[in-house]
């Protein structure tokens, strides 16, 4: 219905098309009755639940339920959702703890002090697996999602700065931000809302789609409040090389005096990177690091933080939001405590092994080949046509990176059916239920088009086969469109026009 909206008003032709329109004004849900149900309210019968107004009446509960329930069934499955890099399963216990906590607000810490507790011991919990060092307070806040935590980590990096070029006496009025120009929307968000230039650094299949060093010691400036470094690229997976780009912050700092923070955007590597045998391409990555933002309470400007007295004592407040859910937080703790180190660790390397299977089964095809390289022996980053499949034991053998597949139509199949799109593999994958995300590389590399999955699936064979348009065949699809064969080589994928950022 929502494509159809846009040329027709549903709800008007609902009500000019339904049995006895003049009756709808008598509508009866006015009662709560026990024969009421769903399938005898909306559109169906003389009662109306209106959709965009609150209704004058109201509806039984189990009614209301059930309406909702079905309306819902039109999204995809999560576990499904290949698309977004978050796992969605959780275990029945953290879901009970979710829904027993579900009416605590975080934001009232006296009264609720055991979830208070909880959250710091949360806190405590991460900087000790992200490396804080001895004599050093690491911060942190529970954030709702990674946007706040980057809008954090930026507004710490922009006042820092500042608050130093106020006590210089010079110019503060063009801050600037260096990231990829494959950044998370969210970053450039940042840039936008708390106007800061963004400096989108081009990356390439040279750079093995990082942030380029390189580029990074030539776009920084005394105008440079700091450097977002993502772990764990969005499109491929890739973690960008933190140690480095510290370094050549360092080599700057000591050349000119001027010292350029780094906040290390980890929403997808930081809880996969401390676990994994790659950790993160074996250089260091996180707190351990001088400048990486949130190491010590020194890097937050005191005019960022809130105190806010309770009865029961002072809170140090450093949040975008006031209110926000704390049963998430509750169930946080609940996995670190039951899964433990070995847990995760466990979970992190199956989910990279399942990863290099189908990344393995994706090329032995010869339909695909992979821009990810966590299949690969370590130091090698390029699919090499005929070459056998590379085979270690942990990941500590592999490439670091997320265990995504970022993945496209190999350059023989294109040569042998250009007719055949690969939006298609996406649509067919649609039809079985998989999202799976396809559009084009970030600017510089965006003529490579790309489908990408992110693996925590099982291995089971049905998985692996939905990969494999081969039985009905894609060529097949294509010519059952109805394309005209002159019109073929002509077609344009829907996304090769246009901004599209990536949003997961
Ligand atoms: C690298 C990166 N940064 C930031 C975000 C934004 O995270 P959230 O949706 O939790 O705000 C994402 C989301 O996938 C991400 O992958």
Same mark, same amino acid.
């Not at 290949?82 to 969605?88: A, C, E, R």
């Not at 344009?492 to 026009?497: A, D, E, Y």
């Given at each position: 219905m929502a494509g159809l909206a846009r040329h027709v008003d549903p709800d008007g032709l609902m009500k000019k098309l &339904?049995?006895?329109?003049?009756? /709808? @004004? /008598?509508?009866? #849900?006015n009662q709560a009755i026990s024969h009421s149900t769903p399938y005898s309210? /909306?559109?169906? &019968?003389a009662s109306e639940l209106s959709k965009f107004r609150i209704p004058h009446d109201g509806a039984p509960a189990e009614a209301v339920h059930q309406l909702v329930k079905d309306e819902l069934d039109l999204d995809g499955s999560p576990n499904l959702n290949? &698309? &977004?890099?978050?796992? #969605?399963y959780m275990e029945h216990e953290a879901e009970q703890l979710l829904m027993e906590n579900i009416s605590k607000n975080m934001a009232d810490a006296d009264e609720y002090p055991a979830m208070t507790n909880i959250h710091a011991r949360c806190i405590s919990i991460l900087v000790h697996l992200w490396g804080v060092q001895k004599g050093e307070t690491a911060i942190g806040s529970d954030t709702t999602g990674s946007l706040e935590a980057v809008h954090l980590g930026g507004l710490a990096m922009k006042r820092r700065w500042q608050e130093k070029r106020d006590a210089e006496g010079k110019d503060k009025s063009k801050p600037n931000i260096i990231m990829g120009a494959n950044a998370q929307v969210t970053l450039e968000k940042f840039a936008r809302y708390f106007e800061v230039e963004a400096r989108l650094l081009p990356v390439s299949a040279e750079s093995h789609y990082q942030l380029d060093p390189d580029l990074v010691r030539d776009k920084i400036d005394k105008n440079t409040i700091g450097v977002f470094v993502i772990l764990g690229f969005t499109y491929t997976g890739h973690f960008k090389p933190v140690e480095e780009i510290s370094k050549i912050l360092d080599a700057y700092e000591k050349r000119t005096g001027v010292d350029i923070p780094i906040h290390v955007d980890a929403a997808s590597g930081g809880f996969i990177a401390p676990f994994t045998h790659a950790k993160a391409g074996g250089s260091k990555w996180n707190i351990e690091l001088p400048r990486i933002i949130w190491r010590d309470e020194s890097y937050l400007p005191k005019h960022l933080i809130f105190e806010l007295h309770y009865p029961g004592g002072t809170e140090q407040s450093y949040t975008l939001n006031f209110s926000r859910p704390g049963a998430h937080v509750i169930a946080q703790y609940f996995n670190l405590i039951h899964l433990g180190f070995t847990g995760y660790r466990i979970i992190m390397e199956n989910a990279l092994a399942n990863a290099r299977l189908l990344s393995r089964s994706l090329e032995t095809t010869g339909w695909y080949e992979c821009i990810s390289d966590i299949h690969r022996k370590k130091g090698d980053h390029n699919y090499v046509k005929g070459r056998e499949q590379y085979e270690g034991s942990t990941s500590a053998d592999y490439n670091a990176a997320l265990p995504v597949v970022t993945f496209y139509l190999s350059k023989d199949f294109r040569r042998k059916c250009p007719h055949v799109k690969q939006v298609s593999i996406n649509n067919l994958l649609r039809a079985r239920q998989y999202i799976v995300p396809s559009y084009a590389l970030p600017p510089n590399e965006d003529k490579t088009e790309i489908l990408r999955d992110e693996t925590v699936m099982d291995t089971d064979l049905t998985d692996i086969l939905?990969?494999?348009?081969? #039985?009905?065949s894609i060529e097949k699809e294509q010519a059952s469109a109805g394309e005209q064969h002159k019109n073929r080589h002509k077609t +344009? @994928?829907?996304?090769? +026009?246009g901004i599209h950022r990536s949003v997961y």
């Open positions: &339904s049995d006895s329109p003049g009756q /709808r @004004h /008598r509508a009866c #849900t309210s /909306r559109y169906a &019968s290949l &698309s &977004s890099f978050v796992g #969605t939905a990969w494999q348009p081969g #039985t009905v +344009k @994928h829907p996304m090769s +026009k």
